[in-house]
């Protein structure tokens, strides 16, 4: 079975400032792993994945994450927070012929 | 990256109404959609993988017979929410995996659906 576990459901940070949302993953197989961002009322906008290339992957808006195994975490950052980077955003493993099983959100608020 | 399309954006209807909601992949074929459901400030919970030309799949606690799925072609799945009632208002997302690997799943817009 797969799973992944987001650490923290709200995070607050000041603009300019450094984004770290966090994700660790559980997977008995190689995992493929994704962020997506959620605006309000709107569908999942992919941010990045990992596919077992390169571990440090990089995405839109600015955003990267890296692979660990040895910590099987995915975490995503970004150096310099945007009033625009507020939104909800979900982690997520799939495997081949798996579905795609996604964590409970990081809420991520940007203060001026 | 990979387009998906969802009709319409927002529905209202009564209770004991049939609503349909399409989902299109706009410029690849897609054997596999799913659909998912999403309460207010949760996560998505999967309903069904629709793949072209079976039946869908569906996760445990989903009835089958309130929500059909027909995915009749590569670009376009539907669900229809039969009989609905004012429990069946929420967020309504479907995606679509990509045919060239790596489980990538690109994301329609949603659906809300209130039901009066």
């Known amino acids: 079975a797969q799973s992944v576990t987001q650490l923290g459901s709200h995070v607050s940070v000041s603009e300019g400032a450094l984004v770290l949302l966090r994700c660790n993953y559980s997977s008995s197989v190689p995992p493929y792993l994704f962020w997506y961002v959620q605006y309000p009322n709107q569908g999942l906008q992919l941010l990045l994945k990992y596919t077992s290339a390169a571990t440090l992957v990089k995405g839109i808006n600015g955003f990267e994450a890296e692979f660990k195994k040895s910590e099987t975490s995915f975490h995503l950052t970004k150096p310099s927070a945007h009033m625009s980077d507020a939104a909800e955003y979900f982690c997520a493993v799939s495997s081949s012929n798996n579905d795609m099983r996604f964590g409970a959100g990081t809420r991520l608020t940007v203060k001026p | 990256g990979a387009v998906v399309s969802q009709h319409p954006s927002r529905v209202i209807c009564k209770s004991g109404t049939s609503v349909k909601i399409e989902c299109r992949s706009l410029?690849?074929?897609?054997?596999?959609m799913f659909w998912y459901r999403q309460f207010p400030k949760q996560s998505l919970m999967l309903m069904a993988t629709s793949n072209e030309g079976s039946k869908a799949t569906y996760e445990q606690g989903v009835e089958k017979d309130k929500f059909l799925i027909n995915h009749a072609s590569l670009t376009l799945s539907t669900l229809t929410v039969t009989s609905a009632h004012p429990e069946d208002s929420s967020f309504y997302i479907c995606?679509?995996?990509?045919?060239?690997?790596?489980?990538?799943?690109?994301f329609g817009p949603g659906t809300r659906l209130l039901v009066l």
């Open positions: 410029d690849f074929q897609a054997t596999t």
């Open positions: 995606s679509a995996r990509v045919p060239w690997g790596s489980e990538t799943q690109y």
